[in-house]
């Protein structure tokens, strides 16, 4: 049997990844106790249906007051006012960490208003899919869960959200919070800056129904949450921008190669891209 790793996990932001997080600690009884804090009793009637917690609160501070563990998984510009709310009735001894895709601005704010207590995390387990209806126990089996801990960091919380990243089947990697937000702005951002551009770009098709795989792939992620990537940009702007530029000097390589019917570069890239993909495990 699974070891749990706190007593009483709160989770703020029981939605996809909040109810997912919720699910696997129950059903791996990595917390003795899960309670939810959302926007609505509604929300949080479906997470009680849904298995993803065994108490909804009524308050934040009734849903923090008494938790060895609090989750953050509100949308990213959230997180740091959440835990700004928190701090007068959070325990000594709670460890606090997120689940926000941007860690840099984040992890340096909640570090200053938290101290040795709070663990930055990201876990790579999205989808365009969201709330709680979506959510599943087995979310995280065989995903990467970035951590980004500072010089300030408790080493027995970091190990308290390590235990429970792994215990729901993650791999757990840690990362600088500048070098994971520039590192995420080239494989996760940038692709959604891309979906929704191409999206854009195919509007005025003469032939709507001439839609190739390649096309539903490309653009799965434009049908994400508009809010939380609004917020995800902009709070991740110097290197989502630096992404775009880097992207757009590469298809500009390509159209070159097309415009003078340069054959071998072109296979070259291609082979090249494929090399690179299969690197890159996937």
């Not at 989770?11 to 106790?33: C, D, E, F, K, Y």
């Not at 308290?160 to 757990?172: D, E, F, H, T």
Request: with cysteine; hydrophobic share 45%.
């Amino acid at each position: 049997m699974t070891k749990a790793v706190c007593d009483r996990l709160c989770i703020i932001g029981v939605g996809l990844i909040g109810g997912s997080i919720g699910m696997a600690a129950r059903q791996r009884s990595l917390a003795r106790q899960v309670v939810g804090v959302g926007r609505s009793a509604e929300r949080l009637q479906a997470a009680l249906q849904a298995g993803a917690i065994d108490e909804a609160a009524p308050s934040l501070q009734d849903g923090v007051r008494g938790a060895d563990m609090v989750a953050v998984c509100t949308p990213v510009g959230l997180i740091v006012p959440t835990i700004k709310m928190c701090l007068q009735w959070l325990s000594p001894e709670c460890v606090v960490t997120d689940v926000g895709s941007v860690k840099s601005a984040i992890v340096q704010q909640a570090t200053g208003l938290l101290g040795e207590r709070f663990v930055g995390g990201h876990p790579m387990a999205g989808s365009e899919q969201t709330g709680v209806q979506n959510a599943r126990a087995n979310l995280f089996e065989g995903t990467t869960w970035a951590l980004t801990p500072t010089q300030k960091t408790s080493p027995d919380a970091l190990q308290k959200i390590v235990a429970l990243a792994q215990g729901m089947g993650a791999q757990v990697i840690t990362a600088d919070p500048e070098e994971h937000d520039r590192a995420v702005a080239l494989t996760s951002h940038l692709p959604h800056a891309l979906a929704l551009a191409l999206v854009h770009v195919a509007e005025n098709t003469p032939y709507p129904q001439l839609i190739g795989g390649s096309f539903r792939d490309g653009t799965r992620v434009a049908a994400s949450s508009p809010e939380l990537w609004r917020d995800i940009f902009l709070h991740n702007r110097e290197h989502v921008l630096w992404a775009i530029d880097e992207f757009i000097g590469k298809l500009q390589e390509v159209r070159s190669a097309i415009a003078e019917e340069d054959a071998e570069t072109i296979q070259r890239l291609f082979t090249d891209a494929r090399l690179l993909r299969q690197a890159f495990g996937l």
